[in-house]
């Protein structure tokens, strides 16, 4: 069992197949040492867990929980890209899009659940990260929470 597996399994969580794309698009793509992953949605065995705006329809808490989710996803697409998580060297950069009620100003929050998971994973030496949280109108499947990441991998 590779180091990242077994922190996974730690931790309860595995990483699931890789999400179909619902566009014209690839999961991931390589330019150099880096991974550029699509938005990934929190999707579980291919549904949503929830839809709506955060504020209005999903807590932020449940929305952080989902952002861990879009994680898992964007880490197996990742995987399917290089093979190995344990080749990632450093999580680069987190861009995440939280589908927000008007009044909602809690992005960063909810981001926290994706930031938070990747230091649990890989710890802080390669876990930290960069990070953008963008709140937006809509996201694709009225999903309320979609990250993408950047990783450089050896």
Same mark, same amino acid.
């Given at each position: 069992?590779?180091?990242?597996?077994?922190?996974?399994?730690?931790?309860?969580?595995?990483?699931?197949?890789?999400?179909?794309?619902?566009?014209?698009?690839?999961?991931?793509?390589?330019?150099?040492?880096?991974?550029?992953?699509?938005? &990934?949605?929190? #999707?579980?065995?291919?549904?949503?867990?929830?839809?709506?705006?955060?504020?209005? +329809?999903?807590?932020?808490?449940?929305?952080?929980?989902?952002?861990?989710?879009?994680?898992?996803?964007?880490?197996?697409?990742? &995987?399917?890209?290089?093979?190995?998580?344990?080749?990632?060297?450093?999580?680069?950069?987190?861009?995440? #899009?939280?589908?927000?009620?008007?009044?909602?100003?809690? &992005?960063?929050?909810?981001?926290?659940?994706?930031?938070?998971?990747?230091?649990?994973?890989?710890?802080?030496?390669?876990?930290?990260?960069?990070?953008?949280?963008?709140?937006?109108?809509?996201?694709?499947?009225?999903?309320?929470?979609?990250?993408?990441?950047?990783? +450089?991998?050896?």
């Amino acid at each position: 069992m590779s180091r990242i597996d077994a922190r996974l399994a730690e931790l309860g969580l595995s990483i699931p197949a890789v999400a179909k794309p619902v566009a014209a698009y690839v999961p991931a793509s390589i330019s150099g040492h880096l991974v550029f992953t699509a938005g &990934q949605l929190p #999707f579980v065995e291919g549904a949503l867990p929830a839809t709506g705006k955060v504020g209005a +329809e999903v807590t932020a808490e449940d929305a952080a929980r989902y952002a861990g989710l879009c994680v898992l996803n964007a880490l197996a697409a990742v &995987q399917g890209v290089i093979g190995s998580l344990d080749r990632i060297t450093r999580i680069v950069k987190v861009t995440g #899009f939280v589908a927000s009620s008007p009044d909602f100003t809690g &992005q960063p929050v909810v981001l926290n659940g994706a930031s938070t998971l990747l230091g649990e994973i890989f710890g802080d030496e390669i876990g930290t990260h960069a990070r953008s949280a963008v709140g937006v109108a809509v996201l694709p499947l009225d999903s309320p929470v979609e990250v993408e990441l950047i990783v +450089e991998f050896a």
